[in-house]
């Protein structure tokens, strides 16, 4: 139990760490917009002329953030709102954990930890003697994933009817096929506690890896991304001054 809840976290961070980052950066850039920007614009309306486009579009933005504010606040709070809602219910669920699995990099993450938190706790319970039927029920419970969920309960419904639990994995397609493989082996041999603990110590493994490479992967895009918004419009701030020297130096 600690393990998946050690497990669980872990997970939850990795889909947290990108969240945070791009609040960050977007709050960085609605604060030049809306207390840095303004201060060259009232020195470049002193200055009068023509200005570059790119100082243009950076002043107009600048100018929309500050009068229109609260749209944005309503949009994100409805938008919000809107989610939260559609995920309470069971096709929004299903809909938007389908999307998440898919996800680059962080469905890899989402998809490994689920893999992880399924076998961990399953063998778990089969190792102390839960009958099967209610492993299944309750890993279906915390699950974390509709998706997941759904192919658990389907598993389910199959040993009910005399089946295999690997069958029906399989044929949701959302289990890998190794770990399909490795508890279609463990139903054979009599020894699915002992596979399924395997495949949790393989795939906890496999969930360090995957936030190490998501890690790896989002800081840099993400110190680019802000360099480009930030140096995007230093430039187009420092542009009519540059045009407004060469001017100078060109009349004198």
Known sequence: IE????????????MVYPAVVLTV????????????IPTFAKMFSDFGGELPLPTKIVLAL???????????????????????????????????????????VLGDVLLKGGVARFTRT????????VPILAGLEITARTAGNKVLSEAIMTARASIREGETVAAPLKASNVFPPMVVQMISVGEQTGALDEMLTKIAVFYEAEVDS?????????????????GGIVGGMVVAMYLPMFKLISVVSGGN
């Open 3 to 14: 393990k998946a809840d050690a497990l669980k976290r872990k997970v939850q961070g990795a």
């Open 25 to 36: 950066a977007l709050g960085a850039t609605a604060f030049m917009l809306i207390f840095i």
């Open 62 to 104: 600048s100018h929309a953030l500050q009068s229109f504010w609260w749209v944005g606040v309503l949009a994100i709070i409805a938008g919000a709102t809107t989610f939260t809602r559609y995920y309470a219910t069971d096709n929004g669920k299903r809909v938007i954990d389908a999307a998440m699995l898919k996800l680059p």
């Open 122 to 129: 399953l063998g778990t319970l089969i190792a102390s003697g």
């Open 210 to 226: 995957a936030v190490d490479t998501m890690t790896s992967v989002i800081e840099p895009i993400m110190i680019v991304l802000m």
